[in-house]
């Protein structure tokens, strides 16, 4: 449909950090969205470390590395 926009998430935060874990939340900014893409990188990284397809926010990050920054970014999953 021309026109149909998706709109941003907002509001992105880190809490229970642990040396390999953090819970992230997020607001949708979307009341019918249903799953997000979440993507994470050190934070000196150029690209972007993965991704993956989530259904819960929040979400547990695993396998993080210890004393190390990370940036997240998370985009409502609005289909094509």
């Not at 809490?15 to 990188?41: E, G, R, V």
Request: net charge negative; aromatic share 10%; glycine share 4%.
């Amino acid at each position: 449909l021309l026109g149909l926009t998706c709109p941003s998430t907002t509001d992105i935060v880190a809490s229970n950090i642990t040396s390999t874990s953090a819970d992230i939340s997020w607001n949708s900014n979307l009341s019918t969205a249903t799953n997000w893409w979440i993507y994470w990188k050190e934070q000196s990284a150029t690209d972007w470390l993965d991704s993956l397809n989530i259904t819960q926010n929040p979400f547990t990050l695993n396998g993080l590395n210890s004393n190390t920054n990370y940036r997240v970014k998370i985009i409502n999953n609005c289909g094509t």
